[in-house]
Each structure stands twice: as structure tokens, then as C-alpha cells.
T-cell receptor, first 113, second 106 residues
Framework: DAGVIQSPRHEVTEMGQEVTLRCKPI?????LFWYRQTMMRGLELLIY????????DSGMPEDRFSAKMPNASFSTLKIQPSEPRDSAVYFC???????????FGDGTRLSIL | KNEVEQSPQNLTAQEGEFITINCSYS?????LHWLQQHPGGGIVSLFM???GKKKHGRLIATINIQEKHSSLHITASHPRDSAVYIC????????FGTGTSLTVIP
């Protein structure tokens, strides 16, 4: 297994720019989760999908954030427009079932200047 | 009020010691996860529990649903166990503890 693959690993951009984070889950996993981690707030679940359908997006902070899963092997998390307070590490994880162990990607470290 | 409380926040142990990290939660849950985050930042899911006890190598996780409490035990601790351990529960939404930072000294 290649594991969960996230890109980019690091992103530095200016305030106001659009940011797109990408995730490829493990093949055969039908759940995909997007998390955000900051020093202040710790780990937070933003949204999760089951079979490409968003199930719970209550953690998405505001309308500037959007996530899509057009197919079973790809998901994006988009921030538009970005703000400095969006700086964080964003993790993607996938699992075979909602209550199965989650496999995490290496994360994307996002810095908004 | 945090729905998930972990203790201790920080823990330093000598190599070989038996370690216990505690997690208490205040919501009804369907599952509890223990996560390990290494200094490099990567996160690994150690256990997913809904009842009883699970063991993997030197790690043991227990959960008491009635008492809303879980423990993570590490036997014969090793410096490579140094990491942040995070408890997460699945209720009507996901709740996360703030983590326990463990340092094991050789």
C-alpha cells in the first residue's frame, strides 16, 4: 500500500490567494477525513466523506473553505480567499469503515503570509 | 468545557518504565481512538476501541464505557515511544483531547 498521499507537503502563499490541498486515499478505503491542526486549537475534524459523499461538514470553519471528492481516489480542500489564521497543518486520512482505524497522510503545512 | 480530557499533559519517563495515559470523556460515544504523533508531525492510529481491551506489541488500550474512561498503557517504554498521544472520541461528532506529550529518557 502506498498510504495516503497528500500534496503539496508545504505551501506558503499570500493572504487572499486561493489554496488547494490534495489527497489520494488508500485504495479500497471508503471513508476520507480532512483535519486541521494548530497549536491553539489542536486537532480538529473539518469534514468527512463516505463513498465520495460529504457526511459531516460541521467542522468547516466558514464559507471560505470547501471540500470535494469527485471520485474514490481523489479529494481536494480549497480555501478561497486565504487568511493568515488559516495557517496550520492539514491532514487527510482514510479508513475502510467509519469505526475502523484511520490511516493518515503526512500532512500539508500551510503558511498564509 | 472540553468533551475530552487527557492526563497527564506532559510525562517524562525512564526507559523501561510502565506508562499510563488517561482519557476521560463526557459525551456518549460509538468509538474511541488513540493516535500517536511523532516529533516529525506524522500521525499514526494506534487503536480504535468501542469496548474492552486491545493489545498491540507493548501497547495496551482499555475502555470503560460506563465510567467514560480509557487508558493507554506502554510496557517497557523505549525512547522511540517519545511522541504526543491523542485521544479522540466519536460521538455525534468527533472530539479530540489536547494530547499527552511523552518523553522517554534512555
Amino acid at each position: 500500500d502506498a498510504g495516503v498521499i497528500q500534496s503539496p507537503r508545504h505551501e506558503v502563499t499570500e493572504m487572499g490567494q486561493e489554496v488547494t490541498l490534495r489527497c489520494k486515499p488508500i485504495s479500497g478505503h471508503d471513508y476520507l477525513f480532512w483535519y486541521r491542526q494548530t497549536m491553539m486549537r489542536g486537532l480538529e475534524l473539518l469534514i468527512y466523506f463516505n463513498n465520495n459523499v460529504p457526511i459531516d461538514d460541521s467542522g468547516m470553519p466558514e464559507d471560505r473553505f470547501s471540500a470535494k471528492m469527485p471520485n474514490a481516489s481523489f479529494s481536494t480542500l480549497k480555501i478561497q480567499p486565504s487568511e493568515p489564521r488559516d495557517s496550520a497543518v492539514y491532514f487527510c486520512a482514510s479508513s475502510r469503515g467509519e469505526h475502523q482505524p484511520q490511516h493518515f497522510g503526512d500532512g500539508t503545512r500551510l503558511s498564509i503570509l | 468545557k472540553n468533551e475530552v480530557e487527557q492526563s497527564p499533559q506532559n510525562l517524562t519517563a525512564q526507559e523501561g518504565e510502565f506508562i499510563t495515559i488517561n482519557c476521560s470523556y463526557s459525551v456518549g460515544i460509538s468509538a474511541l481512538h488513540w493516535l500517536q504523533q511523532h516529533p516529525g508531525g506524522g500521525i499514526v492510529s494506534l487503536f480504535m476501541l468501542s469496548s474492552g481491551k486491545k493489545k498491540h506489541g507493548r501497547l495496551i488500550a482499555t475502555i470503560n464505557i460506563q465510567e467514560k474512561h480509557s487508558s493507554l498503557h506502554i510496557t517497557a517504554s523505549h525512547p522511540r515511544d517519545s511522541a504526543v498521544y491523542i485521544c479522540a472520541v466519536r460521538g455525534n461528532q468527533f472530539y479530540f483531547g489536547t494530547g499527552t506529550s511523552l518523553t522517554v529518557i534512555p
